[in-house]
């Protein structure tokens, strides 16, 4: 046997002992269930407040599930079932069915699961083809004895599991998609429509102007979409997942925060749950998801821990400036967007975002789902 392993059922072992001797010390039911609670590191409060939070598009799915944790169910069923709402949703071009490509024009999906209650995670990245990676995040933690599984595997991982192949790219990011190969330079050989003349721009379909403002919007602002829901039981557990299709037009093979364990979220049944959405990259680079709920654990409130990475990845994004200067603008503030979700086991709860503007999700027994403010750490 390993080290590692030895260790591990020796403090088992040793956990065991301790309350096997305090049982025998305890003669009322209560001290035994006092007893038995030595073992267990984490505080377990038999009644906690039912919430959800999240980006702002889990709004549907927290409509459609809060009820469920309100009524007992696990924390872990009831966040993947809030982000599924979004995977399955065509219109929501961050994450899932309908999101944006790869600059090949190929959804890749990335996604993880995190149970605060087994301190156990699983993750896809880089997949395709399969409608709820979310899902196959959770077959990963469960079904298996990794944490992430990439590209080809994970789809044959899912595929084996049972997930049908589904074609991700819709008809509308096809389009948009094809209007960014054929606008992003001068210097290549695409041409975008000829459709500046009155007479073409006159003979268009309403959905198809729509779309065509879509896309222009999206090529002014490239999307770094993404859903993240943390979730708190009613028996005090927290767990938390995070799915996307990632940065538009990345470059094939990228992968961002959202699968990545301490970066786009991370949960511990001892202190919390956070998530982050935005800029991968910088989620990363700040271990984002798990400074937060290392402040936590110091004592922060989530407003201040959500602020205090954020001052983070400020200083990081300034110094890194230095070779990639389209990172902060003139006054030293980060141009991208990046924000966190933070609860605590009490069931307090933040969403904090780099600049001003901007919504997240919540669901607690104060008001039910809802939209409220994210709080900016700089106002622009
Ligand atoms: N936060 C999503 C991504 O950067 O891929």
Same mark, same amino acid.
């Given at each position: ?21 305090? =049982? ?177 721009? #006159? ?7 729509? =779309? ?69 990259? #910088?989620?990363? =680079? ?95």
């Amino acid at each position: 046997m390993s080290g590692p392993s030895r260790e591990l059922d020796r403090r088992h072992f040793m956990g065991l002992s301790a309350s096997a001797a305090a =049982l025998a010390c305890t003669s009322t039911a209560g001290r035994a269930e006092e007893a038995t609670a030595t073992i267990s590191a984490a505080p377990r409060p038999s009644r906690a407040p039912a919430v959800l939070v999240g980006s702002r598009n889990c709004l549907a799915g927290m409509k459609a599930n809060y009820p469920r944790l309100v009524a007992g169910e696990a924390p872990l069923d009831v966040a993947i079932d809030v982000v599924k709402v979004v995977e399955a949703d065509p219109d929501d071009r961050s994450v899932g069915l309908g999101g944006l490509p790869n600059e090949d024009g190929v959804v890749q999906l990335d996604a993880a699961v995190m149970d605060g209650a087994t301190h156990n995670s699983g993750a896809v990245a880089a997949i395709e083809n399969i409608l709820h990676p979310s899902e196959v995040a959770r077959l990963v933690m469960e079904r298996t004895d990794h944490c992430m599984i990439v590209g080809r595997g994970a789809y044959e991982f899912a595929r084996a599991h049972g997930h049908q192949h589904v074609e991700l790219l819709t008809p509308p990011t096809r389009e948009i998609w094809l209007r960014w190969k054929e606008t992003m330079s001068d210097r290549d050989d695409r041409l975008p429509p000829r459709g500046s003349s009155k007479k073409k721009q #006159a003979s268009r379909s309403r959905e198809e102007a729509e =779309l065509l403002a879509e896309a222009d919007a999206i090529l002014r602002d490239r999307p770094t979409g993404t859903i993240h829901c943390s979730a708190l039981s009613t028996a005090g557990k927290v767990a938390c997942t995070t799915t996307t299709s990632g940065l538009a037009w990345k470059i094939p093979g990228r992968v961002g925060d959202s699968p990545a364990v301490g970066a786009g979220l991370y949960c511990d049944a001892e202190v919390g749950s956070a998530g982050a959405t935005g800029r991968g990259e #910088a989620a990363i =680079l700040s271990g984002g998801s798990h400074a937060a709920i290392e402040l936590l654990r110091g004592g922060a409130s989530p407003l201040d821990a959500g602020m205090e990475v954020l001052r983070r990845v400020t200083r990081q994004a300034r110094r890194a400036a230095a070779w990639q200067p389209g990172l902060v603008d003139g006054a030293g503030v980060p141009t991208f967007g990046l924000n966190f979700y933070v609860l605590g086991l009490d069931g307090a709860i933040a969403g904090v975002t780099l600049r001003g503007g901007g919504e997240f999700a919540v669901a607690d027994p104060d008001g039910g789902p809802r939209i409220e403010p994210l709080v900016a750490l700089h106002e622009t």
